[in-house]
């Protein structure tokens, strides 16, 4: 019987806290030792699988980040737009590798240098005020700039510019120079037009071919018919006709019109 309590004491689990022979020390056995012993193996347990669980997730999330920076990357890289993050006081900050930043200027010579070290003042200046002005105002700036081409030349952009943050903004700017050649080419013939249509010693008016309703007329129209171009503005093209070459005119009017049947 005594062997039996003495083999029974032995086998039960024992806990002890505090330091051996201390005047602290609380001992546990049986059922409250076995009891902490398994809160500890759970708390174990829980803290491995809650690690588990934030690895997975982590690898999960670096996964998505890895993925939408190719994306991004890609979508950068197939753009003809010039993309750039300039800080407020003109330094390049970011500089992504899209078509066009490799086409008129290497991303590695741009990063971490300043707009006035290689561009003229006036446009480091437009630069820093544009960004200045988009970070102030909270709101997208839109202007024209030029740049200087290496091989000659210059080209033109429509940049818009909209605040990233307090010392940063981005940029995105659209090559127009072939649009700005035209829209210039354009407004020269038009000074041209202007210039011959104005000094012309003939009489000469300008209409509306579907209502013939007179637009304007030149000096030497003046000089004619005796009008004033208020006069003349509140005219149509039959008043200028004799009565008998009225009925002639819906004839020309078609011959004109390249819509009339």
Excluded at 25 to 30: N, S
Excluded at 66 to 88: C, K, N
Excluded at 130 to 142: E, K
Aim: with cysteine; hydrophobic share 45%; aromatic share 8%.
């Amino acid at each position: 019987m005594k062997t039996e309590a003495l083999w029974h004491e032995a086998v039960q689990p024992t806990i002890t806290f505090g330091e051996p022979g201390g005047g602290a020390e609380v001992r546990l056995t049986g059922l409250p030792a076995l009891l902490v012993v398994i809160v500890f193996f759970v708390i174990v347990i829980g803290f491995l699988a809650r690690y588990i669980i934030v690895r997975r997730s982590m690898r999960a999330a670096l996964k998505q980040l890895y993925t939408a920076e190719s994306e991004q990357r890609s979508l950068f890289a197939a753009m003809e737009h010039v993309v750039l993050v300039i800080g407020r006081d003109g330094t390049f900050l970011r500089v992504p590798a899209t078509n066009a930043n490799a086409r008129y200027r290497p991303t590695g010579q741009l990063v971490g240098r300043n707009a006035s070290e290689f561009l003229p003042s006036e446009i480091a200046a437009k630069i820093c005020a544009m960004t200045g002005q988009a970070i102030d105002l909270g709101a997208p700036v839109t202007d024209e700039i030029s740049l200087a081409l290496r091989g000659g030349g210059v080209a033109w952009f429509l940049a818009t510019v909209t605040a990233l943050d307090a010392r940063s903004a981005l940029w995105v700017a659209r090559d127009i120079t072939e649009r700005k050649h035209a829209r210039d080419a354009t407004a020269q013939s038009e000074a041209q037009y202007r210039l011959l249509f104005e000094h012309n010693p003939c009489a000469m008016w300008v209409y509306d071919i579907e209502t013939t309703a007179i637009l304007d007329v030149n000096d030497a129209a003046l000089t004619l018919y005796g009008y004033s171009r208020e006069e003349f503005r509140a005219m149509r093209l039959a008043q200028l006709r004799p009565a008998e070459d009225v009925s002639k005119l819906d004839s020309i009017y078609k011959t004109m019109d390249p819509m009339a049947t």
